[in-house]
């Protein structure tokens, strides 16, 4: 698998694991970060359409930088800063 495939792997699970956190939130947790949320979702199907381009130039560091990120979700991290993060890391290569 070539790293970009890794990454976007990686992204997805970590999506995941935010959007279960999202979806299990109070309905005022989710309405104040429903754009977050989606603006999340649209840069990981930004991401992924990067492999059609073939033009992205990902590392195993970075990879490991959205497993970090996994495992902190997984720990209970607070979900704004969840949904911030992830962003954060996908900026680099799409824009969001």
């Known amino acids: 698998m070539s ?3 890794n990454m976007i792997a990686a992204a997805i699970e970590a999506f995941n694991t935010i959007d279960a956190k999202y979806q299990m939130a109070d309905i005022n947790t989710q309405a104040k970060l429903s754009d977050t949320r989606n603006q999340a979702a649209t840069a990981l199907v ?3 359409d990067k ?6 130039s990902i590392n195993e560091a970075d990879i490991a930088e959205m497993d970090q990120l996994t495992a902190q979700i997984k720990n209970g991290a607070a979900l704004q800063k969840d ?12 824009a969001v």
């Open 83 to 94: 949904f911030a993060d992830f962003l954060g890391i996908l900026a680099k290569y799409v």
């Open 3 to 5: 790293d970009l495939t």
């Open 46 to 48: 930004k991401l992924r």
């Open 51 to 56: 492999q059609l381009e073939q033009d992205t």
